[in-house]
């Protein structure tokens, strides 16, 4: 997805906090999501957070939205091994259902 | 585990044959979503069902076509298969009491043309 974009790659220690990072293009999109996808897995939905909001936490992950730089970021608190995986942010535009995803990041979580 | 089946698993082709992925959405979920993941263009949509009928087309080629049947499952169908459509498809499954506003993924169908 051109339109979102995201860093390649985050390492990070066991019991740390990560910070995954996205931008995106439009400003009318609805919805923003995180998706989690593990080796030879599908995608799990994480959380999402609607565009009026500008933070959502649910236990261990917390969203910030700021809306007038178009920047979405996950942050997970005390990493564990099992959040190593790839993670994907996507957009809900206003014209439609579909999700526009950005390239995924990489999270590998060191013991 | 999201809910959403999708058969089979894996699929290896050749080209120039036609090939038919399945979709079951969650119990319940009206809508249907196709997304195509590949290592050149990522994660891309293709289309869309919504009870039956087409809602919304991405970059889906001519060659592909889907359709949603009364019971709620869907079937992408690929054809005249080439090298370049080696990927993984993946299924993703809605509500309308959300807004449409979750979307579930199946496991994924990893299709490899030969």
């Known amino acids: 997805g051109e339109d979102v974009e995201q860093s390649l790659f985050l390492s990070v220690r066991e019991g740390d906090s990560s910070v995954i990072n996205c931008t995106y293009t439009?400003?009318?999109?609805?919805?923003l999501y995180w998706y989690k996808q593990e080796p030879g897995a599908g995608l799990q939905l994480l959380t999402y957070?609607?565009?009026?909001?500008d933070m959502k936490q649910d236990q261990r992950l917390t969203v910030l939205l700021n809306k007038k730089d178009k920047h979405l970021s996950l942050r997970i608190a005390d990493t564990q091994t099992g959040d190593s995986a790839i993670y994907f942010c996507?957009?809900?535009?206003?014209?439609?259902?579909?999700?526009?995803f950005g390239g995924g990041t990489r999270v590998l979580v060191k013991p | 585990d999201s809910g959403v089946t999708q058969t089979p698993k894996h699929l290896i082709t050749a080209t120039g044959q036609r090939v038919t992925l399945r979709c079951s959405p969650r119990?319940?979920?009206?809508?249907v979503y196709w997304y195509q993941q590949s290592l050149d263009q990522g994660l891309q949509f293709l289309i869309q069902?919504?009870?039956?009928?087409?809602?919304a087309k991405g970059n889906i080629l001519e060659r592909f076509s889907a359709q949603q049947f009364p019971d709620l499952h869907s079937e992408l169908n690929l054809s005249s298969l080439e090298l370049g459509d080696s990927a993984l498809y993946f299924c993703?499954?809605?509500?309308?009491?959300?807004?449409?506003?979750?979307?579930?993924f199946g496991p994924g169908t990893r299709l490899t043309v030969t």
């Open positions: 993703a499954s809605s509500a309308p009491g959300t807004g449409f506003s979750e979307q579930y």
């Open positions: 439009d400003s009318s999109s609805t919805y």
């Open positions: 957070i609607f565009s009026n909001m």
């Open positions: 996507a957009e809900r535009r206003a014209a439609g259902n579909k999700l526009t």
């Open positions: 119990s319940g979920d009206l809508s």
């Open positions: 069902y919504y009870n039956g009928e087409e809602r």
